[in-house]
């Protein structure tokens, strides 16, 4: 079978790709997603459905589960956890809908990408939503995504005490964090209305299946993309135990951070040296294929409730976005309250303190050349110096607004970290490189750059250096990370790529 374009992946970027390629009645698309498919609403699971308990789809059967090395300082692996359903992320995540900072996409431009300026993207996140609170020149009307924020007196305890904690402690309000420029504490833009997560699949793929141009199949693996010397031809896939080879005219791979440079690898992109280890026959050399590999390194600051204060499960509502003092980068570091954790009987919250622009950048390797074996990531969180010290910093501020005055009704105490280990840097520095986790909000590990970095995967329209026919469309070509949840800035990307597609460019 042939198509004009086969999207490998229904995630953030995929689902996008997809659905706004087949506007073009006369381009055949087939999408082929690894996980679970479904397409009515109805028959979609309460857990992929709730975007009130965030956290309750993580335990079931829709997540991809892989296993990383975290830093040399903890002897346990980390988990990492990816969405294993039409919508990847967006189906599976915290509902947080925030773009990235004007001050990223300057910096994409700086480094040779000079198709990414928020001049340029501006209109594209703009007609991405319907944001359901705000209007105006930085706020879309008539997108697929609606997005909303929690009224303020409609916030839960908890996170009406973090709000106040924060401006007593001298952070301004922040209504919007939409707009540019602005920082401190506030309500957070979130894709979920009244307790629904509305993905990309629900959002751009099921409105528009009844198309005959666009098929969508669920539990099918890339295993592979096919070549005609350096051009994409093909993908071998796996479907129901069987393998099938599908032929197109152009492959988008949008198979997410870990996913998306895995296949590369085992198409026989990527470092000679890797793919002679691994024996994986040299389509072409790549350096940059697994390298570069960045998240938002994540710790969390646990306080006890007090008895009888028992909230229901909820997204993170409210949030605080700050720069680090000393830094440079603005909006660098952000701080989330989650409530109502239940351990041993007991109810806790968890301040996530998140290292927004991080330095440090970690590398994911193939471990063989079988498709079910997961593959091997290195994190690497906080082994540059300037990433420890904000991680270090942010931690004693989460403790410090959990001891304001707004919060003596709610919390009994703080139990992690102690007060022996906030009290000197050294023990502090140890306690934050032990217990960093992912975010996970994984990017970069196909970044995009001009052909003279060597660590560039993509150039600035997503193609592939050296190969004709393939582009990737994810957020693994980030070419920094963004200082925001990287789901908003997927989907632009998601939607950039397919305008480029269906306008021919880059020209020939």
Partial sequence: MRYDVIVLGGGSGGATVAARLSEDEQKSVLLLEAGYDYPVFENIPDEV?????????????????????????????????????????????????????????????????NEWSYQDLLPIFLGMETDLDYGGDFHGKTGPIPVQRVKPENLQ?????????????????????NLPDTTGVGPRPLNN??????????????????????????????????????????VEVESGGEIYQLEANEIVLSCGAVGSPSVL???????????????????HHL??????????PLIPV????????????????????????????????????YPNFLVDGEYYSRFHVILERPIGSGVIRLRSTDPMEAPDIDL???????????????????????????????????VAPTDAELSEDGALDHWCRTHVVPAPHLVRSCKMGPANDEKAVVNQYCQVHGIDGLRVADASVFPEHVRANPNATTIMIGERVAQWIKNGIPQK
């Avoid at 350096?287 to 938002?296: C, K, S, T, Y």
């Fill in 157 to 177: 305890a908890s996170m009406k005490a973090f709000t106040d904690a924060c401006v007593l402690a001298g952070f301004p309000e922040c209504p919007d964090m």
């Fill in 287 to 296: 350096p940059g294929v697994g390298e570069n590999l960045q998240d938002h």
């Fill in 380 to 414: 690497r969180f906080l082994d540059e110096p300037q990433d420890v010290a904000r991680m270090r910093e942010g931690v004693r501020l989460a403790s410090q607004i959990g001891k304001e005055s707004p919060y003596t009704g709610v919390f009994s105490e703080r």
């Fill in 193 to 234: 209305v009244k307790g629904t997560r509305v993905s990309t699949s629900m959002a751009y793929l099921n409105p528009n299946r009844h198309r005959m141009n666009l098929t969508v199949r669920g539990n099918v693996l890339a295993r592979r993309i096919l070549f005609e010397g350096k051009r994409a031809v093909g």
């Fill in 49 to 113: 459905k709730d975007g009130n308990d965030v956290h309750r789809v993580t335990f079931g059967k829709h997540m991809w589960r892989w296993s990383a090395k975290a830093n040399g300082h903890q002897e346990n692996p980390v988990e990492i956890l990816g969405g294993k359903v039409s919508g990847g992320g967006s189906a599976v995540n915290g509902t947080i809908f925030i773009r990235g900072l004007h001050q990223d996409f300057e910096e994409w431009v700086s480094l040779g990408n």
């Fill in 265 to 283: 690898l085992r198409s026989g992109i990527g470092p000679q040296e890797h793919l002679q280890q691994v024996g994986i026959p040299l389509v």
């Fill in 302 to 337: 646990w306080f006890k409730h007090k008895p009888g204060l028992n909230e229901k499960p909820a997204s993170s509502q409210v949030g605080l976005r700050y720069t680090a003092e000393g830094s440079n980068l603005f909006n660098d570091m952000y701080i989330s309250p």
